[in-house]
């Protein structure tokens, strides 16, 4: 069965250009690029790197970076932007890559993409380097709870509140938007952190960044809800 992303991959590729949506932009970059920039990172691996906007980020750091895939159409547009970059086909449950190969992993707003987190998250601490960061950014579980539903709003369209329910219950659900229809999947926090935890792993960095810039009613809506947290965890 499809999970959209094929079939919304130019939509996917329209939608971000080269500065990336509203969440990337204006909510998360900054601080995703101040937990990398002077770490002395050398090696990055990015989880569902996309069309590769991440990836270009942090070879422009100097970061000798690898980014992994397994929508086609994504991988060649990643290529076709950076000739020079490393994009391959793979997926985040059955990484081939050997264990501790890398300084820095990093998942962008992509674990909600993965189907089988159990395993995936395994696989990301697998290829970690000791001492390495796994670096996340994640869609709230609050928001994802209700991600197919969105705000609920009164009859002249003003939102009014965005709604939590069956938060505990983990399951997909198709999202759309902007022509793009995936599917995602809601967990609640707990199922993270306990994952992460049980990884051995240390939580170093824990945010749920606000926005800063950007349209200021679309601003004004991130702060209401908290849409998105960072997580930096450390392998010792």
């Known amino acids: 069965m499809s999970n959209g ?10 939608d971000q250009g080269e500065r990336g949506d509203f969440s990337r932009e204006f909510v998360l970059d ?16 990015d989880v569902g ?8 980020m942090l070879r422009a750091r100097g970061i000798a970076v690898t980014g992994v895939d397994p929508t086609c159409a994504l991988l060649q547009k990643a290529r076709e932007l950076d000739p020079e970059g490393d994009y391959r086909e793979g997926r985040a449950e059955t990484l081939e890559f050997a264990d ?31 001492g390495g960061s796994l670096l996340i950014a994640n869609v709230n579980s609050f928001i994802s709870s209700c991600a197919h539903l969105g705000w609920v709003r009164d009859a002249d369209g003003v939102h009014l509140h965005y709604p939590v329910d069956d938060y505990l219950d983990e399951r ?15 967990r609640p926090l707990s199922v993270y952190m306990k994952l992460l935890l049980e990884q051995h792993l240390q939580l170093v960095y824990f945010d749920e960044p606000a926005p ?3 349209d200021a009613e679309r601003a004004r809506r991130y702060r209401r809800a908290p849409w998105h947290l960072v997580m930096e965890w450390r392998k010792g």
Not at 5 to 14: C, L, Q
Not at 49 to 56: A, H, K, L, M, Q
Not at 109 to 130: C, E, F, G, S
Request: one cysteine or more.
């Open 172 to 186: 997909s659900a198709n999202v759309s938007w902007r022509g793009i229809q995936i599917e995602n999947w809601h």
């Open 49 to 56: 790197c996309g069309e590769g906007r991440f990836c270009r």
């Open 212 to 214: 800063h810039g950007g």
């Open 100 to 130: 501790q190969s890398f300084d820095l992993v990093v998942s962008y707003l992509t674990l909600i993409d993965m189907p089988d987190i159990r395993r995936a998250i395994p696989q990301m601490v697998r290829i970690l380097k000791p």
């Open 30 to 45: 900054t601080v995703m690029l101040k937990r990398i920039e002077g770490r002395d990172f050398k090696t990055a691996l």
């Open 5 to 14: 992303w094929d079939e919304s991959a130019a939509a996917w590729i329209a």
